[in-house]
């Protein structure tokens, strides 16, 4: 055999993944989606509240547990329609062009916001007592 014919013949091509690493990666990945489940923040409806803002003042707190609607008067003459529902606050009509706050759905958990940037509101969900 001459040189040549002995490049052309390689050895055969070792898989990247074998078994027990594809079975340590689903246990990781198993592990991982449980955590998940057990761990996320579940909403307290008794102690959560909204608090709206309009050009960085707080107008009005609103309690998550009581369903209502009413609406927020935005800078510039705009405004926003707010919907509390099951515990959560979502934007359900705006004055806005972009509709981004009304698009950004309900939200529940503490830390967690719609904004409106055209009539300068901001609904943020915090943690609080009656």
């Not at 898989?15 to 990666?25: P, R």
């Not at 009539?119 to 915090?126: A, E, K, L, Q, S």
Request: net charge negative.
């Amino acid at each position: 055999m001459n040189q040549q014919d002995s490049r052309n013949h390689r050895a055969p091509a070792k898989s990247l993944w074998n078994k027990k690493d594809l079975l340590f990666i689903a246990a990781i990945l198993l592990a991982a989606g449980l955590a998940f489940l057990f761990f996320r923040p579940q909403p307290s409806e008794s102690l959560s509240r909204a608090e709206i803002s309009v050009d960085g003042e707080t107008v009005m707190e609103l309690d998550l547990s009581e369903d209502q609607v009413l609406t927020v008067d935005g800078a510039g003459g705009g405004y926003n329609r707010i919907q509390v529902r099951d515990g959560a606050v979502s934007v359900l009509e705006a004055s806005c062009p972009d509709k981004v706050c009304v698009h950004t759905g309900t939200v529940r958990y503490p830390g967690e916001t719609i904004v409106c940037l055209p009539n300068r509101m901001i609904v943020t969900v915090i943690q609080g007592g009656n």
